[in-house]
């Protein structure tokens, strides 16, 4: 019985970790279950398609990243751009492991976004979540006089692209540093009137 509680979890974690180490198209049905040691007979009691199971992988891999890195980072014990400075490092850290394996979503929307379309909408409904953290940071900023008045979305917008270039350049490179050493030349993009 408890191995039956415990099967959804198992496919969701191993959906998370094998699509992220190497890519959709590339963990089959059967890698999955034998990845979670759950039967083809199971899989599909939980989930009708793979492409349902990574949507569930993507829920739980944007709270685990809400949970691990976005709110820690952007919590109000430091200045608003302390907090993009630290999301940066926090990053960093989550992708410091032998190999840089780069984003999750960001992977998964390079393969996936043409091919298909409820898996590119909740790529983008990550993403948006990521520009909220930022637009918050953004608004405070500016409030702060820490940087001049500006369209907040369209900063935040373009800090997201800035982050999902430098996991890219990470993932490049095989160096989770790249992000924590890009992360003051965010504060550039956003122009800020000194440092932090």
């Known amino acids: 019985m408890s191995r039956t509680s415990t099967a959804r979890a198992r496919l969701v974690d191993s959906a998370r970790e094998l699509i992220h180490s190497s890519n959709y198209g590339a963990a089959s049905v059967q890698d999955l279950c034998s990845a979670a040691k759950v039967n083809k007979g199971s899989f599909y009691y939980?989930?009708?398609s793979k492409r349902d199971l990574v949507l569930a992988a993507l829920d739980v891999q944007w709270a685990n990243a809400k949970a691990k890195v976005l709110e820690p980072s952007f919590a109000a014990d430091a200045p608003p751009l302390e907090r993009i400075l630290r999301f940066f490092r926090r990053a960093a850290q989550a992708q410091n492991r032998p190999v840089v394996l780069g984003c999750p979503f960001g992977n998964l929307a390079v393969e996936m976004a043409t091919l298909d379309e409820t898996i590119r909408d909740r790529v983008r409904d990550v993403?948006?979540?990521?520009q909220g953290y930022f637009e918050g940071a953004i608004a405070e900023?500016?409030?702060?006089g820490d940087i001049e008045p500006r369209d907040v979305s369209a900063a935040a917008e373009a800090?997201?692209?800035y982050f999902q270039g430098a996991l890219l350049l990470a993932k490049t490179r095989n160096d989770a540093g790249t992000i924590e050493r890009l992360g003051p030349a965010a504060?550039?993009?956003?122009?800020?009137?000194h440092g932090c």
């Open 46 to 48: 939980f989930f009708p």
């Open 127 to 130: 993403f948006q979540g990521y």
């Open 141 to 144: 900023a500016i409030a702060a």
């Open 159 to 161: 800090l997201l692209a």
């Open 187 to 193: 504060m550039n993009l956003l122009g800020a009137k």
